[in-house]
Nanobody, 122 residues
Framework: QLHLVESGGASVQAGGSLTLSCTVS?????????AWWRLEPGKRRESERQA??????????VYRNSVKGRFAISRDKVKNTLHLQMQDLKPEDTAMYYC????????????WGQGTQVTVSS
């Protein structure tokens, strides 16, 4: 079992920056990918969450088009942490951000954190 805990969410002005962090505890025998997902305001279901940034087992990083050049994901396997550096934040980045662990690339995340709220005001 893995337990994911996010932190770092806050309310910021457009153009501002934030860094989200995720601490992973527990262990599983299967290698897993790590990713950040988000749920936009007005949406409630887990199925409506959207991938923001994913780091694969070999270090390949995939970003959602709308955040390319502004967000940077990083994973520290020694410290069991995942980070998302967000710059030039826009009101449309407002969402609940979730840390996620994926057992097979391209599949739905198997483990989720509880989420951390990011609110960007114009």
């Amino acid at each position: 079992q893995l337990h994911l805990v996010e932190s770092g969410g806050a309310s910021v002005q457009a153009g501002g920056s934030l860094t989200l962090s995720c601490t992973v505890s527990g262990s599983i025998t299967t290698p897993y990918y790590m990713a950040w997902w988000r749920l936009e305001p007005g949406k409630r279901r887990e199925s409506e969450r959207q991938a923001v940034a994913t780091v694969t087992l070999n270090g390949t990083i995939v970003y959602r088009n709308s955040v390319k050049g502004r967000f940077a994901i990083s994973r520290d396997k020694v410290k069991n942490t995942l980070h998302l550096q967000m710059q030039d934040l826009k009101p449309e980045d407002t969402a609940m951000y979730y840390c996620a662990a994926i057992l097979e690339y391209g599949t739905w995340p198997y483990y989720w954190g509880q989420g951390t709220q990011v609110t960007v005001s114009s």
